[in-house]
């Protein structure tokens, strides 16, 4: 089985100081967040910038370049930024796409629109058409961001039309109000339809953090954490770092006798050399 892939998704675009006091906001509190998970063990970070007068998600290119240089300088980490801007806001897709201007190696790629508790998170074929070009033409491998079915029948079919190259790489999004279940048969169903030589991680948002993270640690699949999608360490106690998250599945991935991709290695196993 391939080594396993930590992701750390820092902060998201939608919690806030309200909500747990130890969410990352500044371009500093989110570098430093960002460096701790690679110590412990992550070898991709998912980022997202905030604006500083709101608290709440941006796609502005400055902040970006702000977070993505110092990692870049001081870290051998891949950076996958995204392209959702906040969803329920539903920004102009060229601002949506704009931090592909710097190049990372990965970046989020939503197939498809959804209902996310009482907004709307709009994800047009229309937009669909446009990241997936500009990710090409600028080399940046897409994160096929899969909340339904529908939304791998879209990445297959775009791949058919040569808008995705493949090997495809899917993350899960499993357990958001009120998209797919973060439970095995919710998460086996999706699983059955990948192409066999994708490879793919998975997010189980909130409680199903864990349930999710041990499918994927037991079916080769790879691990996605972090405070974007869950907040709680455990039942009611709030995580106060990133790092936390990672280093709780580095030890059990150790104990079940998995190895933890280093940066280098998940490029390999992601093909993004
Ligand atoms: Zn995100």
Redesign the pocket.
Known sequence: MEKLIITA?IT??RITRETTPYIPITPEEIIQSAFECWEAGASVV???VRDPDTGL?TQDLDLFRQVVEPLREKTDLILCL?T?GIPGRNLPIEERLAPLELKPELA?FDAGSINLGGSVFVNSPEFLERAARKMKNMGVKPEL?IFDLGMIITCLRMRDEGKLDEPLHFQFVLGTPWGAPASPRSFLHLHEYIPVNSTWSVIGIGKGHLPMSMMALVMGGHIRVGM??NIYYSKGVLAKTNAQFVERIVRITGEYGRGIATPDEARRILRIT
């Open positions: 998704a998201g675009s998912h980022i997202h998600g995204t959702s989020s961001e974007e999608d």
